[in-house]
């Protein structure tokens, strides 16, 4: 099914200063003082602070909601239910979701009432005096339970507990099966993942001429602001979104959660500002953590290792309400086959509710969970054949030119030098010559897209750049920034195009009243996107800066130039000239007829919108990455130490190398988190303790030894050559370490997360015999 | 009534009335004194992100009682840079892009602050364990091990030089 076409023209270009140089970050003053305003920062006059009552029951009917004492107690200025909503079901891509719950809830933490008062004790304390009275129904708290024949339905329109289905054969597999020596096959699931950001989900919202604005921390305040108008009721024009500084995101703050609804319906009923913020607990019970997936995955490859043909079947947990859930999903089935060169792919896919917490987009967008299985079937898959894994990964990459079976067209693409290079890294030859007891190797791939044609036949960006008569630029876009250092990066990318000191730009915030529509941060698009219409915005002002210093000069446009915030040339006697832009600009503007330099610059993705079987080039860039690990497994306890992690990322053009590495770095972490600490034990459709006492996300002392590098790659329709990076990193590493620990004790777990536990019974299964009240090794699954 | 509070804050004497004694720092500092620096991420004394200095000693704001502060002296993020510029801690993270959200940094840098104010020549387990000591979501701890070694660098040159100047004037 692969294509061969002609691969690009590569040419990387020399490249200007202040693209590929760690510069300082630009909000790093604002950052490292404390003066940084995150969510709940935003003090307004008048502001009250919102609390939420949750649902203690995964599944029950609202029979009657008494909120009385709540509003006796002084402080107290609103007690909102159902009632005082829009009655109105929102979500991205499946509306099943409303503002507070009418008539059932659905999972534990589900919105019931939500209260504004002078302070947040008071708040809390009003929502603990409302009365519901619910009558609890059968829920289904796992898949098997809510495919079940006859089982209660969460939603009565969703027969069999189906939220999205679709699936696809491209290439003739069973017929590439047929002709397959080697046939592996095996399923594998992944659990639970919360995003478990530092700083918790919050809006401030506040009503003026019966418009609404939010300040919120939201990745996506375009996008959000779309669903907040749906969830209220109001026109999109009521509503304008301000992003604050966000204090991580990872797919997280996209805007799926009623946080922000709830937070402006208090707005509305009180006519003051509302500040509403989710507590710790409530971030674990009601954010929307990673979708589970039950990832059944079947491989064939010619005797000499050649893949032939990939199928699989998967089923998502959707929990209760939908989100971004489907749009993941898609990008599990289909997003690993721009990897190899697989001939045919067949899948089945579908999203299943059940009275479990909502899950959605979290970093990797579906692709860690399946690596998480394929990549764990190529490792076995090159233990049958015979072949070492770089061997067969070598063998089987895609290059520059690749088309994939969903017609993904690879532009630049240096997956095997990747390899290669993290062969190297890794010392991956030397330790397989000189294995040692209980130390196991392994290794893995992934791809990832340069932004997505997700949400409709767009996907593209745009930006003004303005050169002020105090020679300082201005980028005004929407993009945002969640703590990458997009706003940094997009703040070279236009200093470089303009000759000005980075220090001299300054990039605004997203407010949807300001800047033109801006996806924002989600499929690692920033930099690609954005960085591109930046750059053509910044081309632009820069053209108009040289066109009026040719006017003031006399010399032609063609023959100046701007370097160090000056314009340069000579004129027709031959002087040097040197003229400050910020001169140059405030000529343009005071003179009749004058001008302000304001550049214009937009780009829209090269890609294509999907079809409902997910065919379609979704992105114009693809990144790849090639990692390896070596772990250690204590056999008398089963404990495991990873000692360290190569990662070789292509990238295309490493534009801030310190801020990519630190992309890398970070993701290698949350996959080592999801891997081997994070999990909850569960009980009766909840975590028994929604804390981070329970929930262990990485700490420095975890991490192993890290070797990060980047491939040297050129993008020719990146913005200097550059691709994204921000998710990428994390896909392959849960795989990795437990095909690294099977190579190091034989035992390959298949439930994340692998855990002491899991390995020690594994390895000691005469133990278990003589044990019986082996204490709830299994009960990190809400089932 | 309330309980009037009198403590040192950033080197100013301040005086905090409070409803109840057991309220904790990190609510005072955010609610009462606008100081919102400190930061809020667990309120169970996991993460660190609320790590501020009492005594000497760091601590996280969201597990001390305000009540128990009378007399004591308080320092938090607001109170490390000067118009002069910023601390030799948090240079250092700039230095070396240790932080990307920066909701947990303030944490991470009074942490620091913390040690290096008691030990100004800290060995490399000592600055380790003061990293482990606070959560990061973001960065996967690399650069903050960084951040913290540069800081140990530049603290000593700080030092250095205060001590050539205090040579210089005597």
């Known amino acids: 099914m692969t294509t061969e076409i002609a691969p690009p023209a590569i040419q990387a270009q020399q490249l200007p200063s202040g693209i590929g140089t760690a510069v300082r970050r630009i909000d790093a003053d604002e950052k490292l003082t404390g003066r940084a305003i ?4 935003v003090r307004l006059p008048r502001m009250l602070y919102g609390a939420v009552l949750r649902s203690p029951h995964p599944h029950a009917r609202i029979r009657s909601i008494d909120t009385a004492r709540a509003r006796r107690l002084p402080g107290v200025h609103a007690v909102i239910t159902s009632a005082d909503t829009a009655r109105r079901k929102w979500g991205a891509f499946r509306p099943d979701l409303y503002p507070l719950a009418v008539d059932k809830v659905r999972y534990v933490g589900d919105e019931v009432a939500a209260v504004a008062a002078t302070d947040l004790e008071t708040a809390r304390l009003a929502a603990a005096l409302i009365d519901v009275d619910y009558e609890p129904l059968p829920p289904v708290l796992s898949l098997d339970e809510a495919l079940a024949d006859g089982a209660p339905l969460v939603h009565d329109d969703a027969p069999g507990n189906l939220a999205h289905e679709f699936g696809f054969d491209r290439g003739g597999t069973e017929e590439w099966f047929d002709r397959s020596d080697v046939i592996i096959e095996g399923t594998w699931e992944t659990t639970r993942q919360w995003h478990a950001a530092i700083e918790t989900i919050g809006c401030t919202a506040e009503w003026s001429h019966g418009r609404v604005t939010m300040w919120v921390n939201t990745q996506t305040p375009f996008l959000a602001r779309q669903r907040y108008a749906t969830a209220l009721g109001e026109p999109l024009r009521n509503v304008r979104v301000i992003q604050t500084d966000v204090g991580g995101g990872f797919g997280g703050k996209s805007g799926d959660d009623n946080t922000s609804v709830i937070c402006a ?54 929990g209760a309400y939908t989100g971004k859930a489907q749009a993941v999903l898609g990008a599990a089935t289909v997003r690993h086959d721009v990897l190899f060169n697989y001939r045919a792919v067949r899948a089945r896919s579908r999203l299943v509710y059940t009275n479990l917490v909502p899950t959605g987009a979290f970093r990797g967008f579906g692709n860690p969970s399946a690596d998480w299985a394929v990549g764990q079937a190529w490792d076995l898959a090159a233990e049958k054949l015979g072949i070492d894994l770089p061997d067969l990964f070598l063998l089987n990459a895609v290059e520059s030119g690749s088309i994939s079976p969903h017609n993904h067209k690879v532009n630049s693409c240096e997956l095997k030098q990747c390899i290669e290079k993290v062969t190297t890294a890794i010392g991956w030859r030397e330790k397989r010559a000189n294995r040692r007891p209980n130390r196991g190797l392994a290794m893995g791939c992934s791809v990832h897209v340069s932004g997505r044609r997700s949400f409709g036949d767009y996907d593209g960006s745009a ?77 632009a002002a820069c053209q108009q800066l040289l066109e009026a ?5 006399g010399v032609p446009a063609s023959e100046l130039w701007i370097a160090d915030g000056h314009v340069h040339g000579h004129n027709p006697e031959g002087q040097q000239l040197r003229t400050p832009v910020g001169t140059i600009a405030r000529a343009a503007l005071y003179q009749p007829g004058g001008e302000p330099i304001v550049g214009l610059g937009s780009f829209d993705n090269p890609s ?126 849960p795989a990795i370490i437990s095909s690294a620990i099977a190579d190091a004790v034989g035992v390959r777990v298949t439930e994340l997360p692998i855990t002491a536990e899991k390995i020690f019974w594994s390895l000691h299964p005469a133990t278990t015999q003589g044990n019986a009240a082996h204490p709830r090794s299994d009960k990190e699954d809400p089932s | 009534m309330p309980d009037l509070v009198r403590f040192t804050l950033n080197d100013e004497s301040t005086e905090v009335h409070v409803d109840d004694p057991t309220a904790t720092l990190l609510d005072v500092l955010r609610h009462k004194l606008a100081l919102t620096g400190t930061k809020a991420g667990c309120e169970i004394g996991y993460c660190g992100s609320c790590t501020v200095i009492v005594d000497g000693r760091a601590v996280p704001a969201c597990l001390q009682m305000v009540g128990l502060l009378t007399g004591s002296n308080v320092r938090t993020i607001e109170g490390l840079s000067s118009p002069e510029g910023l601390d030799p801690v948090q240079n250092a993270f700039a230095e070396c892009a240790g932080f990307q959200c920066g909701f947990c940094t303030p944490g991470h840098v009074m942490a620091l602050r913390a040690l290096l104010d008691q030990e100004p020549d800290p060995t490399e387990e000592q600055l380790d364990a003061t990293v482990d000591g606070n959560y990061c979501r973001c960065t996967g701890y690399a650069k903050i091990a960084d951040s913290a070694r540069r800081a140990a660098e530049l603290e000593r040159i700080t030092r250095r030089r205060r001590l050539e100047k205090q040579e210089e004037n005597a």
């Open chain 1, 265 to 318: 319906i208090l707005a509305k009923k009180t006519g003051r500002p509302v500040q509403l913020v989710n507590s710790r607990e409530e971030e674990f019970l009601a954010s929307r953590p990673r979708i589970p997936m039950r990832y059944r995955v079947k491989l064939g490859f010619t005797r000499d290792g050649r893949v032939t043909a990939k199928d699989i079947d998967v089923l998502a947990d959707n």
């Open chain 1, 463 to 539: 930006a003004m750049v303005r050169v002020a008569d105090d020679g300082r630029a201005t980028v005004i876009i929407g993009e945002g920034e969640i703590g990458t250092g997009a706003r940094t990066t997009l703040a070279q990318i236009a200093a470089a195009e303009l000759g000005i000191p980075v220090e001299d730009v300054t990039v605004t915030r997203p407010d949807t009243d300001l800047t033109s529509h801006a996806l924002g941060a989600l499929a690692s698009r920033v930099t690609y996107v954005a960085g591109n219409a930046v750059q053509r915005a910044a081309q």
């Open chain 1, 549 to 553: 210093a040719a006017k003031q000069t």
């Open chain 1, 608 to 733: 294509e919108f999907p079809d409902e079987v997910r065919y379609g080039n979704e992105s114009g860039a693809y990144n790849f990455v090639a990692e390896a690990a070596e772990v250690e497994v204590d056999p008398d306890t089963g404990a495991i130490t990873v000692h360290e992690v190569a990662a070789v990322v292509d990238c295309g053009t490493v534009l801030n190398p310190p801020l990519a590495e630190g992309q890398v770095e970070g993701a290698i972490a949350q996959g080592l988190g999801m891997a081997l600490t994070e999990r909850f034990h569960w009980a009766d459709g909840a975590p028994e303790d929604p804390t981070f006492s329970a929930y262990k996300i990485p700490t420095a002392g975890m991490m192993p030894k890290l070797h990060v590098q980047f491939a040297d790659s050129y993008e020719p329709t990146g913005p200097f050559g550059a691709k994204g990076v921000g998710e990428i990193a994390l896909d392959p590493i």
């Open chain 1, 38 to 41: 995150y969510a709940a920062d």
